[in-house]
C-alpha cells in the first residue's frame, strides 16, 4: 500500500525559512501528480500547490505564490516545500497528498510566531 511520510516541520518566527519533506513508498513514484495541503484548527483544509509528473510544472495558491516553492527528487521518492518568508498565517498542520491513491500523509505542524 501507498505511504507518506512528512518531515520538517517547527516553529519559526515570522519572516524566517522551512524545508519541509514528503517520503513515499509502495508506488512508482515518477508516475503522479503530488500536492501540498494546509489545515489550521478550526478552518476547512487548504490548497498550496502541487507539481505534475512530467516535466515537474508547478501551480501555488495565491497566498503563498512567490514565497513557497515545490520540487521533487524522483530517485528519492520525496516531495519538498520550501517555504520563505513565514507569515503568521502560515501557521497551520502541512500534508502532502497523491490523489491518485486517496494518500495523505499524517500532517506536520509548522508554527510561525514571534
Known amino acids: 500500500q501507498v505511504h507518506l511520510v512528512e518531515f520538517g516541520g517547527g516553529l519559526v518566527q515570522p519572516g524566517g525559512s522551512l524545508l519541509l519533506a514528503c517520503e513515499a513508498s509502495g508506488l512508482t513514484f515518477p508516475r503522479y501528480l503530488l500536492k501540498w495541503y494546509r489545515q489550521a484548527p478550526g478552518k476547512e483544509r487548504e490548497y498550496v500547490g502541487q507539481?505534475?509528473?512530467?516535466?515537474?510544472?508547478?501551480n501555488y495558491a495565491d497566498s503563498v505564490k512567490g514565497r513557497f516553492t515545490i520540487s521533487r527528487d524522483n530517485a528519492k521518492n520525496t516531495m519538498y516545500l520550501q517555504m520563505n518568508n513565514l507569515k503568521p498565517d502560515d501557521t497551520a498542520a502541512y500534508l502532502c497528498?497523491?490523489?491518485?491513491?486517496?494518500?495523505w500523509g499524517q500532517g506536520i505542524q509548522v508554527t510561525v510566531s514571534s
Open positions: 507539481i505534475t509528473s512530467h516535466g515537474s510544472v508547478t
Open positions: 497528498n497523491i490523489p491518485n491513491f486517496d494518500a
